[in-house]
């Protein structure tokens, strides 16, 4: 993923840059999805739980309602469910809290920033980009 991505840049730069710091860090997502994939794993907590012991506690049937179609699937198919849950569930809340966000700064100035330009550079672009950036910085 963009763990991956952002290691390839922090090497393409740091051999073209030696003296360059380069540090990099996940940038956290807004937290509404935040929120929502802390929700989606409790709830699929919950729906797990009422799958393996959901025929013992007998909720629908206390509420006088026919259980859905796909609960009682669930309940005759508890392993299988239970996985297919697991893992579907897992997927969207690994999209939910990834931002991809790739950010470049210099010298505590930021020159590159993913989600704004909503793309991530070329690696001549963010060559181009810090070059540029060290033309202009003051001397040390």
């Keep these: ?36 994939a ?21 909720i629908f049937e206390s509420l006088n309602v026919n259980p859905p179609s796909i609960y009682q699937w669930a309940i005759q198919n508890k392993m299988y469910s239970c996985i297919l849950l ?10 939910l809290i990834s931002t991809g966000a790739f950010e470049v700064t210099f010298n505590d100035i930021p020159v590159w920033s993913k989600l704004q330009a909503g793309r991530l550079p070329s690696p001549s672009e963010l060559h181009q980009i810090v070059e540029n950036q060290l033309k202009f910085a003051p001397s040390q």
């Design 38 to 58: 802390s929700f989606l794993s409790i709830a699929k907590m919950v729906v797990i739980g009422l799958i393996i012991f959901g025929e013992r506690m007998q």
């Design 1 to 36: 993923g963009y763990k991956r991505v952002f290691e390839e840049y922090a090497q393409f730069l740091g051999q073209n840059f030696p003296n360059l710091n380069i540090v990099g860090d996940n940038y956290p997502p807004p937290r509404p999805r935040q929120m929502l």
């Design 86 to 95: 697991f893992f579907i569930c897992n997927t969207i809340e690994g999209q």
